[in-house]
């Protein structure tokens, strides 16, 4: 299932602010961002990336949201991606898109341009897991393969994926908790690294290729902040899930984790959540708005002639 969000041609009235900001996330090719773990396009009503879409088509950008497995690995998300990828090229007529991912989404879109790298022509990691998770890897630690309490999480998580799919309008989309578990751990992550290498950092905190070897350009970003805002009722879980890291993080991904190619920046005062603007739009009252960060990196892209 995919959804398009068309620009807006105009806007109501003819203020000078209006005009000034009229074709600035106009992109050369469409974007289209993607989901990461338990994500969806739509969820009774509200969007996953909340208000981002709307916020990058308002000055001329073309957006598409793809709809990808909530749960299931890495590769498998990255094929149902790719499908939707050719798709978004045969409704638009575009060469190449701009991939956006959050969490998952970031290395479900490196997968993507490592084995299709003519249809990409960027790829934007939003706190992105690119060398794993420490939650991650302390569920798989400290539960046994194959035992009760693994059984019972799997079954929380698919009733959790039942209830998305059922509140976002259904989806026949294959899902595998166990398998997504997998792909975000370190050993998960390293191997996944050791296939598709493009614009993952060598050192353990630094920065990738910019531009990699298969032409693709790679940016990141992410906030390492867990408690951002007393009015969102999920920052306490994201400041509990905080304190399993032992270097600064958003509440699911280290810092130094998130790292992907060109780091736009890596401290902003953002959650995991709050770097898809949130529950509602609610995140820091002293941090630059989630959807200005897409709009400023839509006129990056712009500017680079993507």
Excluded at 55 to 70: D, E, H, I, W
Excluded at 200 to 206: A, R
Excluded at 251 to 271: A, E, F, P, W
């Amino acid at each position: 299932m995919l959804f398009c969000l068309l620009p807006l041609t105009g806007f109501a009235g003819t203020s000078a602010t209006s005009l000034s900001q009229k074709g600035y996330t106009e992109t050369k090719y469409p974007i289209v961002l993607v989901h990461g773990l338990f994500g969806f396009d739509s969820l009774a009503g509200i969007d996953y990336f909340y208000g981002i879409p709307q916020a990058l088509s308002k000055s001329g950008a073309t957006v598409y949201v793809a709809q990808v497995s909530a749960t299931n690995s890495t590769e498998l998300r990255g094929e149902q991606l790719l499908a939707q990828v050719e798709e978004v090229l045969a409704i638009s007529g575009a060469e190449k898109v701009n991939l956006i991912g959050h969490s998952h989404g970031g290395p479900t879109a490196r997968y993507v341009a490592s084995v299709a790298p003519e249809l990409v022509a960027s790829v934007t990691s939003v706190g992105g897991v690119h060398k794993g998770s420490r939650i991650a890897d302390i569920v798989r630690g400290k539960v046994a393969p194959g035992s009760l309490p693994e059984n019972f999480a799997v079954t929380l998580a698919e009733g959790l994926v039942s209830l998305i799919n059922l509140l976002s309008g259904g989806s026949d989309l294959p899902q595998d908790p166990l398998a997504s578990l997998a792909a975000l751990t370190t050993e998960g992550s390293l191997a996944f690294n050791q296939k598709y290498p493009e614009g993952v950092p060598q050192s353990d905190c630094g920065e990738g290729d910019y531009v990699a070897d298969n032409g693709v350009y790679y940016y990141s970003w992410t906030g390492t902040h867990n408690f951002t805002n007393a009015l969102d009722p999920t920052d306490a879980a994201i400041m509990v899930l905080g304190l399993a890291f032992d270097e600064p993080n958003d509440g699911l991904v280290s810092q130094c984790s998130t790292h992907l190619g060109k780091v736009i920046r890596n401290d902003y005062k953002m959650n995991h959540l709050d770097e898809i603007n949130g529950l509602l739009g609610v995140t820091h009252l002293f941090e630059t708005a989630p959807t200005t960060l897409y709009r400023q990196h839509a006129n990056r892209l712009q500017l680079q002639g993507l």
